[in-house]
């Protein structure tokens, strides 16, 4: 298990993070097993800096920031926010909190009330919060429509009136409102077009830039990871199986599904195309996951000692770690 150094400095400081959930069976709804969506999860996110987290469908990165941002209670571990225990802070303490730490959704529809017009949308929550008056306000909502490149003069349509791309700038324009050091953007570009991805990926940058923001940037396009993330980190069932600089973990992955998961990055070149690794079998339920490392049912590389024992998250490189008996054992006979 990785210990963070307790010198670095972190905006956000992740360690141990645990969410389950009960699946519960009847009329009295008897609990029958737990999922462990987020297992021991531990990281720590510096300023201005941009984290990635990338896995496939149910490995628990949404769970994993929802939880960071308390949308969901944790079940155990630290979350530290700028100094301030999120997991016991109290709810006076929790709501200036949420001034400081938001979130953008997946689907830019879903995430806006249909009923409020932009001005709406973006002036309840800075009048609820007092960043200005409300004298001032339109002149904040045009702002802040500028800022995400939307025309001022549509601050009083509504949702259905815009199109994806526009719908998602509305979205940020709503998560920067209240002036947050740290955003979570949850699948953020991934139900948009690939040129419309582009340009939130550029407009995230440029903002990112402008007001020194922090993002985790969940997402399970490496292309787009890539692109935006300084470092990355791999989830596989609820933990994080290597975590490293943007650049090392796509030049030189460690961990077999790293690996897997490079290898099927699309390339334009048909006459330079990489050896794709197909992986074998499904991926285990949560609710039974296997003894030993998690990923063993599906890896090509498995030994005995996979079958039984846990491999440790632990440093193999300046800044790189892995949860692999294989990579580390090869560590050690370097060494």
Not at 215 to 230: P, Y
Request: aromatic share 6%; proline share 5%; charged share 25%.
């Amino acid at each position: 298990m990785m210990t963070l150094d307790k010198q670095t400095p972190a905006l956000l400081r992740v360690q141990d993070l645990q969410k389950n959930f009960q699946v519960r069976k009847g009329l009295l709804g008897r609990k029958i097993q737990t999922l462990k969506a987020v297992d021991r999860l531990t990281f720590d996110l510096k300023r201005g800096e941009t984290l990635g987290l990338v896995g496939e469908s149910g490995c628990g990165k949404t769970t994993a920031g929802k939880t960071i941002l308390r949308l969901y209670e944790p079940d155990g571990g630290q979350i530290v926010f700028d100094g301030t225990d999120v997991v016991g802070a109290s709810d006076k303490q929790m709501l200036a909190l949420r001034r400081q730490m938001q979130i953008v959704f997946q689907d830019p529809y879903d995430s806006l009330n249909p009923r409020k017009s932009v001005e709406q949308t973006l002036g309840e929550p800075m009048l609820y919060h007092r960043i200005v008056e409300r004298r001032h306000l339109r002149e904040r909502i045009a702002y802040l429509m500028t800022l995400v490149g939307l025309p001022t003069a549509c601050m009083n349509r509504y949702p259905h009136e815009f199109s994806g791309g526009q719908r998602q700038r509305i979205v940020i324009a709503r998560a920067l409102c209240l002036e947050p050091k740290f955003i979570v953007c949850d699948e953020a570009v991934s139900s948009l077009d690939v040129s419309i991805q582009a340009q939130i990926i550029n407009l995230l940058q440029d903002l990112q830039a402008q007001l020194a923001l922090t993002f985790l940037f969940i997402s399970h396009d490496l292309r787009v990871v890539k692109h935006i993330s300084d470092r990355v980190a791999i989830m596989y069932l609820g933990k994080i199986i290597e975590l490293g600089n943007t650049s090392e973990i796509y030049a030189t992955p460690l961990h077999p599904y790293t690996q897997a998961l490079l290898s099927a990055i699309p390339v334009a070149d048909p006459f330079n195309q990489p050896e794709r690794i197909i992986l074998s079998g499904d991926v285990p339920t949560p609710t039974r996951l296997p003894k030993g490392c998690r990923f063993h049912t599906r890896c090509w590389l498995k030994e005995e000692i996979c079958l039984r024992e846990e491999p440790a998250f632990g440093e193999v490189a300046n800044g790189h770690y892995v949860m692999c008996h294989l990579v580390h054992r090869s560590k050690e006979v370097s060494g």
